[in-house]
């Protein structure tokens, strides 16, 4: 028999992830860099929502609460939801992959945003055609 010691070999943190798995700094890296783009919907949803029932008191005579307020809340709404759903199906994966997945969310939520942008120009073309109407 032959005397074997074992050798202490010190811990990694890399060495502890399982391949294809990135750390956990590298995942906040990207969760952080991208969800500006995200933080740029949401910006722009919170303007369309304080700026728009305005707009359409003084342009339309139209009332604040005949304004489309389901429509404008949605349009915070949708980059928040997309963001967090996306956050949970790319977090265990690697930092590459997380990047893909929130690209491909933040692509979902600016396609969504434009579409609601769109049904609220709808509205406003009936607004239009009311007021045109009264005159």
């Known amino acids: 028999m032959s005397d074997v010691t074992p050798i202490d070999i010190p ?30 919907l949401v910006w722009q949803g919170i303007g369309n929502l304080v700026n728009l029932p305005a707009y359409f008191l003084e342009r339309y005579g139209v009332a604040t609460a005949d304004a489309p307020w389901a429509i404008l809340v949605a349009g ?16 265990r994966r690697s930092a590459s992959m997380l990047a893909l997945v929130l690209t491909a969310g ?22 239009v055609i009311e007021f045109l109407g009264t005159l």
């Open 11 to 40: 811990a990694d943190d890399d060495a502890t992830t399982e391949p294809g798995q990135s750390s956990v700094g590298a995942r906040i890296t990207v969760a952080v860099l991208l969800g500006f783009f995200y933080a740029y």
């Open 76 to 91: 915070v709404a949708a980059p928040v939801l997309v963001f967090a759903a996306a956050m949970w199906a790319g977090w």
């Open 106 to 127: 933040f692509g979902l939520s600016a396609l969504i945003s434009l579409d609601l942008l769109a049904i609220v120009k709808q509205v406003e073309v009936q607004m």
